[in-house]
Nanobody, 121 residues
Framework: QVQLVESGGGSVQAGASLKLSCAAS????????MYWYRQAPGKEREFVSS???????VYSASVKGRFTISQDNAKNTLYLQMNDLKSEDTAVYYC???????????????WGQGTQVTVSS
């Protein structure tokens, strides 16, 4: 069974930094794409960032230049370094992974439970 467990969330002041971690078990890191999504109160879940198995990264416009996604295949851990946090970054952050199937990937098959990030101005 694949399990994704996020940690590192918390309450901070605007301008601060946080680093989220996502520990994966039962999952082969580097096999497919992994993501961070977030959901703010009363809003739709939205894409934050992704990283492909070749290391290619993508960011939403709202976090580009402030957030950095990375992964440590040896530790089976995905990270999201968040700098210069803003009140609009307040949300539950989810770690997401594609499922590797027969040489391909099924998009966004696995989701963690989420970790709360609250930024006060």
């Amino acid at each position: 069974q694949v399990q994704l467990v996020e940690s590192g969330g918390g309450s901070v002041q605007a301008g601060a930094s946080l680093k989220l971690s996502c520990a994966a078990s039962g999952y082969i890191f580097g096999s497919c794409r992994m993501y961070w999504y977030r959901q703010a109160p009363g809003k739709e879940r939205e894409f934050v960032s992704s990283i492909r198995r070749d290391g290619t990264t993508v960011y939403s416009a709202s976090v580009k230049g402030r957030f950095t996604i990375s992964q440590d295949n040896a530790k089976n851990t995905l990270y999201l370094q968040m700098n210069d946090l803003k009140s609009e970054d307040t949300a539950v952050y989810y770690c997401v992974a594609d499922k590797s199937v027969g040489g391909g990937c099924v998009l966004r098959s696995y989701w963690g439970q989420g970790t709360q990030v609250t930024v006060s101005s």
